[in-house]
T-cell receptor, first 114, second 118 residues
Framework: AQSVTQLDSHVSVSEGTPVLLRCNYS??????LFWYVQHPNKGLQLLLK??????LVKGINGFEAEFKKSETSFHLTKPSAHMSDAAEYFC????????????FGTGTQLKVEL | GAVVSQHPSWVICKSGTSVKIECRSL??????MFWYRQFPKQSLMLMAT?????????EQGVEKDKFLINHASLTLSTLTVTSAHPEDSSFYIC??????????????FGPGTRLTVL
């Protein structure tokens, strides 16, 4: 079984300040972990993914995430938020034992204020 | 590369009618596609796994007779919502898993289809 918990349903930051979106996972297998972004009424765009290589993963648009096995965490960060970052973010886990099925977290709504 | 399209992007239908949604992988082959539904301000829930040339695998609680899936080719899967009712109104998103090439085994998402049942 696998699951993800996104600890914050809403995060609000000021433009130019750091972003932290938290995610904890649970998996019976060596997991692959992803962060996706969804803008209103749009499909999902992959930001980054972890697949058992380097624990610090760099993605698009300045985002990165660090896989910490001891903490079962995969938090998403960005040094400086931009207005265009306002969207819904999903942490996703996929385990090889699960047939590559993706299990989505409940999402974090990021608001960026001037 | 690795583009997935969905058609239509939105549809409004009357209660009791059937609606077909197409999911196409435009520049890669996908033996496996997935169908998700997303209610407003909620996460994506996997409905079923669509396998080319064989029957789809449905998640627990999803009615296979209501949500008919056909995966007739390596680039096309269809989801038909039969006898649609207002509670079927949702955002339906497909994804396709690449079965070859540089993006082997990666999943790519379509832009979604907004279904509204009156």
């Amino acid at each position: 079984a696998q699951s993800v918990t996104q600890l914050d349903s809403h995060v609000s930051v000021s433009e130019g300040t750091p972003v932290l979106l938290r995610c904890n996972y649970s998996s019976s297998y060596s997991p692959s972990l992803f962060w996706y972004v969804q803008h209103p009424n749009k499909g999902l765009q992959l930001l980054l993914k972890y697949t058992s290589a380097a624990t610090l993963v760099k993605g698009i648009n300045g985002f990165e995430a660090e896989f910490k096995k001891s903490e079962t965490s995969f938090h998403l960060t960005k040094p400086s938020a931009h207005m265009s970052d306002a969207a819904e973010y999903f942490c996703v886990v996929s385990g090889t034992g699960g047939g590559n099925k993706l299990t989505f977290g409940t999402g974090t709504q990021l608001k960026v204020e001037l | 590369g690795a583009v997935v399209s969905q058609h239509p992007s939105w549809v409004i239908c009357k209660s009791g009618t059937s609606v077909k949604i197409e999911c196409r992988s435009l520049d890669f082959q996908a033996t496996t596609m997935f169908w998700y539904r997303q209610f407003p301000k909620q996460s994506l829930m996997l409905m079923a796994t669509s396998n080319e040339g064989s029957k789809a695998t449905y998640e627990q609680g999803v009615e296979k007779d209501k949500f008919l899936i056909n995966h007739a080719s390596l680039t096309l899967s269809t989801l038909t919502v039969t006898s649609a009712h207002p509670e079927d109104s949702s955002f339906y998103i497909c994804s396709a898993r690449s079965s070859s090439g540089a993006h082997y085994n990666e999943q790519f998402f379509g832009p979604g289809t907004r279904l509204t049942v009156l």
